[in-house]
């Protein structure tokens, strides 16, 4: 017999099998006997209590042995002469609408601008030690996006999307620990992510299907309003009518692209501000609220919302245990984001801090059309890079003298590894987000005591939240309201917020492209 439970336990006895089951035999009158396995379905830390505790969801076995069902991947069919689809992006979007390509016998061709995963590594070296960027092959473009470099967290908020549960398989098929099944808030980290996401290009190849590198899109041919070709830097021409572009929401020269060509897009708000570092121990003390966290607690994440004069200000893409790292795609400009690796055993923890910015804060940029918030984002990188010393140095603060307008006299070594110039934030932003972060930072210290420290150092700036850009299409065919054929997919088009709704819109994507091949 099977039995299925929701209980709340400390993590003392959340982490030890044989405790666990005393107190499920205790609680629901079942002989310890009899119970011959207990499988955890779901786990998530409750600390909003001195008390803290754990919630598991649980399968108890009673007097039925328990036969783990491995995960499978589907039986992808060989679709080496099958009618095509171009991808643009070898990100989340990209790779897993490629997947559902080959799964429904379709062959896709991805095209990547930037290397693969481990090509990539020599240019992250090559930006965090000698402050070389390669506008190709970065932490945001590559093999896998820019999640694969960028911590792998496998949440998402939105449930209406699609099947988040399906996705989450799909990665343990391909190597993820299955834990990501289980927990809350589920994380492979930056370490583990590359062999995955290696694997899954491999599986689209061994089936037939095709993934370039280092092929970077330049024009889309048009007729009649309708996609009949790719064109790519070396000058090579691909024929196709059909194209999924999920170029991510870094990809600037695509965005001017479909400008140029008067492909219609949209402005679209989005967030900036900066990330800011503490060391885990601190945010363990103030999460949990003890002294030192002991061995059966993770490194304590936090997520705040405050309003400031009605404007929101908010934690994004928090990293427990974690780095800062430099990504900036282009030359003369500078962009930080944090990942965490599997382990989160870093001694710092970062968060994106971040302002929630209106389409009427661009109206400075406004020849700019609907390019208009691009330009006001790019503006800041490239304000910062220059008062920062024109490296991939970054303008960082202390936190409390951020609060109090006052430059830093010196600043602690961070986990950004290009280095940090003391610069006064007032200078890197309008007055409005500046103002904006002193008041949100009080705040947060109202909900967390003792967040606000000047031992916290902020860095700038955090921009890369979202894309500025949305791709218009239909909502129920997908495709491009206007180009036929296009279907713009993923968070550079403006529909999607990290790894797994990415992969989401990327399947309902390829599965909108199959369903009008005819």
């Known amino acids: 017999m099977q039995y299925e439970f929701s209980i709340q336990v400390s993590p003392e006895i959340a982490a030890n099998p044989d405790r666990l089951k005393i107190m499920v035999s205790r609680k629901n009158g079942i ?6 396995h207990i499988q955890v379905l779901k786990r998530s830390i ?27 991947l589907p039986d992808y069919p060989d679709v080496s ?8 992006g070898a990100g989340p979007a990209g790779l897993f609408a490629a997947l559902r390509c080959v799964e429904l016998g379709y062959k896709p061709i991805v095209l990547e601008r930037g290397k693969d995963v481990r090509e990539r590594r020599r240019d992250l070296k090559a930006i965090n030690r000698d402050h070389i960027v390669n506008e190709d092959s970065n932490y945001c473009f590559g093999e896998g996006g820019a999640g694969t470099y960028s911590d792998g967290k496998l949440y998402t908020r939105s449930k209406k999307r699609g099947d988040v549960n399906r996705i989450l398989q799909l990665l343990v098929g391909f190597g993820a620990t299955d834990q990501i099944l289980v927990e809350a808030h589920p994380h492979i980290g930056t370490n583990k992510l590359p062999a995955i996401i290696a694997a899954i290009r491999q599986k689209i190849r061994e089936n037939g299907g095709e993934v370039h590198f280092e092929t970077r899109v330049t024009d889309l041919d048009i007729k ?60 363990d003390q103030i999460q949990y609220k003890c002294e030192v966290r002991g061995p059966y607690l993770p490194p304590s994440p936090y997520s705040i919302v405050k309003q400031v004069d009605g404007r929101g200000m908010y934690s994004f893409c928090m990293c427990p245990g974690g780095v800062i790292a430099p990504c900036a795609t282009s030359p003369g400009e500078v962009v930080t984001n944090g990942w965490s690796p599997s382990k989160r055993d870093q001694p710092t923890s970062n968060s994106g801090i971040v302002v929630e910015l209106r389409l009427e804060d661009f109206k400075d940029f406004s020849k700019y059309g609907p390019l208009s918030g691009m330009y006001f984002q790019k503006s800041i990188e490239q304000r910062s890079w220059h008062l920062a010393g024109e490296t991939q140095r970054v303008p960082a603060q202390r936190l409390v003298d951020l609060t109090n307008r006052k430059v830093s006299v010196d600043l602690p070594e961070t986990s950004y590894k290009p280095g940090l110039s003391s610069i006064d934030m007032g200078e890197v932003f309008p007055k409005f987000i500046h103002k904006t972060l002193q008041e949100g930072f009080k705040a947060f210290d109202k909900s ?32 491009h309201t206007q180009i036929k054929g296009l279907y713009p997919c993923g968070e550079g088009a403006g529909y999607a917020g990290g790894i797994i709704s990415a992969a989401i819109d990327g399947e309902k994507c390829a599965e909108a492209c199959i369903a009008t091949i005819k």
């Open 46 to 72: 409750d600390a909003r209590q001195k008390a803290i505790k754990v919630n598991l969801k649980i399968k108890v076995f009673v007097q039925e042995d328990f036969e783990e069902i491995p995960i499978k």
């Open 31 to 36: 002989s310890i006997d009899e119970i011959r």
């Open 224 to 283: 009649n309003n309708e996609i009949d070709s790719v064109i790519l830097q070396n000058g090579d021409l691909i024929k196709t009518n059909k194209v999924i572009l999920a170029t991510g929401h870094s990809a600037r020269d695509i965005f001017e692209l479909l400008y140029k060509k008067e492909i219609e897009i949209e402005a679209k708000p989005f967030a900036l501000g900066v990330r800011v570092e503490h060391s885990q121990q601190l945010i």
């Open 448 to 479: 967390m005591r003792g967040y606000l420290t000047n031992e916290a150092v902020v860095h700038a700036p955090e921009s890369r939240t979202s894309s500025p850009i949305r791709v218009p299409r239909d909502r129920k065919t997908l495709e």
């Open 81 to 88: 002469n099958a009618s095509e689809v171009v991808i643009i």
